[in-house]
């Protein structure tokens, strides 16, 4: 089965930071992508802009070995290639000097197709380069811009930021990635929810137990120390890509898929979370740092030991039991974890329900277990809904826990995209549905920025956990000090 193509208007693309890791990993593959589905339509460019000397031959062979490092093989088809790095142009601009810009204007030229600015650069530099695409009126009535994450590092921040891109671009102009919101497996769980009858009556705190949400990594920093320790797990992980996920499980039906009535509904969520501050932070939450151990087979080193000064109380690892006090979840926890350097890597939402009122069923059947909704973000995507059934066979009535199984790549014979697939084209078509609006990014900030506080004020240390193990023990004792016991995702 192949998923139809809808080619986007013919656009300018230009990638700031062009010659960065997420232009090299993601974007460039992203957008070969499309080419290669036959997405564009002509003529639609894209222009590299970073401080590196380049021309447009020395970029067009940058973007043939991006995509030759991170397509699959199978995927690389040399005319596609060729095709798509003729689209591309680069333009040497220094944000920070101010110097470039000329030039870059001069290139698009008088083009009247839909034009976006994608900034994959350190996010001190949004506000200046807004402020110079303004004044060499680079920004056309059609223009957007595309910022990344991290969108500030507390509230205050996270205002200024968005305060420097709001004074040259509209909200509906500006698109905030979270690529978590641009995974398949993450909008089908908007399917799930509301293309379906059957759950959303259960969906609430008359059935539902508790909630699960794990987003567990095997890899370490990466070499990305100078960012990462000065962020932490919570900002880089819950603040955003957590927090969104709660609200896609938690939120209330929107009327429609348009983008402000979906972010309605989130934003309700993230504004109903009860405080985690000074008062319960000690027993709501735990920090943890990896230390040496084994991940993916071999000997790792711990994360202190990956740095240059060799100590750091920089949390790796973050498990939360956050409450939505609204009428549908009141008394409905939800736990939340996240780490790197953990024993797997997988993403998964667990809608734990309650058990049932009354077994009819003698001791011989064997317990009966409360039915589990288990949703796979990644890797092996899927859906297990967790049932009881009867043992086949003559034995006498025997019951036994099992799936209804649905694996997507079993399902689907289909090459599931990388987020930046869908996420760049939406930005081109103008739809923001997948993009987190200012005042989301700002009330979870609201909801973080105490926590970090507390942590601070009260001490809170980072507990070690050897590397590639599922965290602190800490974090065991969080949930089992409930009754309940996190979902061995494995
Ligand atoms: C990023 C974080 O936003 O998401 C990284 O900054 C993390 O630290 C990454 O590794 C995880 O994304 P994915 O798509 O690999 O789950």
Known sequence: MTAKTIPVDPFDLVVFGATGDLAERKLIPALYQRQRAGQFSEPTRIFGASRSRLDDEAYRAFARQAIADHVPADQVEADQVERFVARLGYVPVDASAGTGFDALAAAIGDSAAVRAFYLAVAPGLYGAIAERLAAHRLVAPTSRIVVEKPIGRSLESACALNDAIGRVFDEHRIFRIDHYLGKETVQNLMALRFANALFEPLWNSAHVDHVQITVAEAVGLEGRADYYDTAGALRDMVQNHI???????AMEAPSSLDADELRDEKLKVLRALT????????????????????????????????LENGASDTETFVALKAEIAN????????????????????????????????????????????????????????VKQWIMIKDPGPGGMRLRHMPLDMSFADSFNVRNPDAYERLVMDVVRGNQTLFMRRDEVEAAWRWIDPILAAWEDNGQTVQGYTAGTWGPSASIALIERDGRTWHESV
């Open 243 to 249: 927090l969104q996920l709660l609200c896609l499980v």
């Open 327 to 382: 009428w549908r979840w009141a008394g409905v926890p939800f736990y939340l974890r996240t780490g790197k350097r953990l024993a797997s890597r997988v993403s998964e939402i667990v809608i734990q329900f309650k058990p049932i009122p009354h077994s009819i069923f003698g001791e011989a059947a064997g317990p009966v277990y409360a039915n589990q909704l288990v949703i796979r973000l990644q890797p092996d995507e899927g």
């Open 275 to 306: 405080p985690i501050d000074g008062g319960n932070a000690a027993r709501l939450t735990v920090r943890g740092q990896y230390r040496a151990g084994a991940s993916a087979g071999g000997a790792v080193k711990g994360y202190a030991q990956e």
